[in-house]
């Protein structure tokens, strides 16, 4: 079993429509959540950072970590064209020296 | 966060040469990162770059394969050494500050 698993899509969705992305995991000792999106042919970008459980949202996006369940998911309101992209998630416990471990992504294309 | 820039962006290699590449980052940190993304894949993690010691790499990794230098606290090069086609991959430093991390553009590579 992955540490970290995501669904790789592809995800195809209309304009306008919310979109959830998830991924799971099996270590508990993550307290660190990063969502990142990747456009073709680019790094990723860093687009939500959560520590622990809870929500956070900014704009369009938000972002939820349920520890219980090890379980994490953006949601992107309005989608828009501009949105299609590759998402990552990203974990770590944040310990000194703690590497990132990733999901594998999940395409994302929003049709005009 | 970080500003992260490498060079070269992208190239076209033949196989059985090396290749450096270099990561620029616009304030000092302690670890460096890189990774590999290969075509439609997530990012691997090759070591951890540390100023002053030897790199750590992760299991699959070895230094004669991809040597890396960490002279200061703001520059890492890679070296992807005797290139083979399955080399061909978008390689990507990262710094992790803060619990999460930044990433450069990506070094895009082609080995014929």
């Not at chain 2, 890189?34 to 997530?42: A, E, K, L």
């Not at chain 2, 399955?86 to 930044?102: A, F, N, R, T």
């Amino acid at each position: 079993q992955k540490e970290v698993e995501q669904d790789p899509g592809p995800l195809s969705v209309p304009e306008g429509a919310i979109v959830s992305l998830n991924c799971t995991y099996s270590n508990s000792a993550f307290q660190y959540f990063m969502w990142y999106r990747q456009y073709s042919r680019k790094g990723p970008e860093l687009l939500m950072y959560t520590y622990s459980s809870g929500n956070k949202e900014d704009g369009r996006f938000t972002a939820q970590v349920d520890k219980s369940s090890k379980y994490i998911s953006l949601f992107i309101r309005d989608s828009q064209p501009s949105d299609s992209a590759t998402y990552l998630c990203a974990m770590s416990s944040g310990s000194s020296g703690d590497k990132l471990t990733f999901g594998t992504g999940t395409r994302l294309a929003v049709r005009p | 966060s970080a500003v992260i820039s490498q060079k070269p962006s992208r190239d076209i290699c033949q196989r059985g040469t090396s290749l450096t590449i270099q990561c620029q980052v616009d304030s000092q940190v302690t670890m460096m990162f890189w990774y590999r993304q290969q075509p439609g894949q997530s990012l691997t993690l090759i070591a951890t770059a540390n100023q002053g010691s030897e790199a750590t790499y992760e299991s699959g990794f070895v230094i004669d394969k991809f040597p890396i230098s960490r002279p200061n606290l703001t520059f890492s090069t890679l070296t992807v050494s005797n290139m083979s086609p399955e080399d061909s991959s978008i390689y990507l430093c990262s710094v992790e500050e803060k619990g999460y991390g930044d990433f450069g553009p990506g070094t895009r590579l082609l080995v014929l």
